[in-house]
């Protein structure tokens, strides 16, 4: 399985949640409202990158941990 860097750019979150919603078990909403990673494996690389595209700021950037390859965006 194909592992996961993800990053979440809080200059540009606006706290939509949708990111929670999709992938529960990699992000969560720190205190501020905002994404933040719980897990970066927790979801599927799939549903991460689903994640990721749903996000309406485009504030998550997904990366191949072992090759540093950017995969979203």
């Given at each position: 399985m194909?592992?996961?860097r993800v990053e979440v750019d809080y200059h540009r979150c606006v706290g939509s949640s949708i990111c929670v919603l999709t992938a529960p078990r990699t992000?969560?909403?720190n205190e501020q409202g905002q994404?933040?990673?719980l897990d970066p494996v927790g979801d599927a690389p799939e549903t991460v990158l689903e994640a990721a595209e749903g996000c309406p700021?485009?504030?998550i950037t997904v990366f191949d941990a072992d090759t540093g390859?950017?995969?979203f965006p």
């Open positions: 194909r592992r996961l992000f969560t909403l994404s933040a990673v700021t485009m504030a390859e950017q995969l």
